[in-house]
């Protein structure tokens, strides 16, 4: 946010039911307990998404996809929002923003926020490999372990049905 001049950041993760996770920066405790609820990827943000593509625009509210915001959310005029694509996928997004009266965002902020979205996306991406591989890893010996247990049990019920 610093490199860029934003206000207000939030990053996303994507599945598919829209979004996942949604970590934000620079609302007060006051500002997120007024919203009803944290954005679900309609309107602007989600266009980021869908579209696969970078998104910058001077006024957020002019946009032909902005949907507006819920009654007491702050101010917001400038608008930065970049998807997080690794492998031709989309993982996430990062939305920047920052309040009226300030200059738009640049096309420099556009590539460090690019550069930074990529980065995101391939974290993203070996986080759910790792947690794929110690599921897998955690998957087999377990596997093992609940037939070892049940062949046991078997032979335990046949063997007092045998002596019976």
């Not at 934003?6 to 609302?27: I, Q, S």
């Amino acid at each position: 946010m610093e490199i860029t001049g934003a206000h207000y950041g939030a990053a996303v993760t994507v599945g598919e039911d829209g979004f996942k996770d949604f970590l934000h920066r620079g609302l007060s405790e006051e500002d997120v307990a007024a919203l009803p609820h944290f954005p679900v990827g309609d309107g602007l943000l989600g266009a980021v998404v869908d579209e696969g593509r970078p998104i910058r625009c001077s006024d957020l509210s002019s946009h032909p996809s902005s949907i507006g915001f819920p009654n007491a959310h702050v101010a917001m005029e400038a608008f930065l929002g970049v998807p997080m694509i690794v492998r031709d996928e989309i993982v996430g997004a990062l939305y920047l923003t920052k309040t009226p009266g300030t200059p738009p965002f640049t096309t420099s902020d556009e590539q460090a926020s690019g550069a930074l979205a990529s980065m995101d996306a391939v974290a993203l991406h070996h986080a759910a490999l790792s947690a794929r591989a110690s599921t897998a890893e955690w998957s087999a010996p377990c596997a093992s372990s609940q037939a070892a247990i049940s062949s046991s049990r078997s032979a335990r019920s046949s063997g007092e049905r045998d002596s019976a």
